[in-house]
């Protein structure tokens, strides 16, 4: 009787021209973005469905690195969804890049001013850094050891890029750039 009743519902819907309710975004906490975990397999990246990244577990761009792009990368990939691999990690998940309409559990997203992360996260161990970008602001969790890493903008105030995962990922360091 249930399963008739949702059936009509979803029928009257559609047919009412109703739009079916959108699915909430994933959101990003320390060492992980909806389904996406530091730590994972390249198979486990690629069990997760929320989007669609392209490449295969043997995707390499050098015997450092291996990564996982969603399939709209752009050439801005601080738009895009990216998931990197590292060698030292044993070939996990060490970093996930967070597309430009993703939000932090804490409501951060891009376009924010910096001081929303220190409002947001006062709890947690806050350090600022510089990188070949520009200035970066890390937030370290106590607890798990992950970070939650900010780009901030030219302008010194909006935050441009949004990262998780190991400190040195989350600081924009570069890890693929030499092969060993």
């Not at 109703?18 to 389904?35: I, L, M, N, Q, R």
Request: some cysteine.
């Amino acid at each position: 009787m249930r399963s008739r009743l949702v059936a009509l519902v979803a029928l009257l819907a559609v047919s009412c021209g109703a739009e079916p309710p959108t699915p909430p975004k994933p959101t990003a906490d320390f060492g992980s973005y909806g389904g996406y975990r530091v730590g994972m397999t390249a198979e486990e990246v690629l069990g997760v469905r929320q989007n669609d990244l392209v490449g295969t577990p043997s995707t390499s761009w050098n015997s450092v690195c291996r990564g996982f792009v969603a399939a709209n990368f752009t050439s801005q990939p601080a738009d895009t969804l990216s998931v990197l691999l590292t060698k030292k990690t044993g070939f996990r998940v060490e970093g996930i890049r967070l597309p430009s309409y993703a939000r932090t559990t804490r409501g951060v997203r891009f376009g924010v001013d910096r001081n929303e992360i220190y409002r947001l996260y006062a709890d947690g161990e806050i350090t600022e850094s510089t990188s070949q970008v520009g200035t970066e602001i890390l937030v370290k969790n106590r607890k798990s050891g992950q970070y939650l890493g900010f780009t901030v903008g030219r302008d010194g105030h909006t935050i441009v890029a949004v990262r998780t995962g190991s400190h040195d990922f989350a600081a924009n360091y570069e890890l693929c750039s030499y092969v060993d």
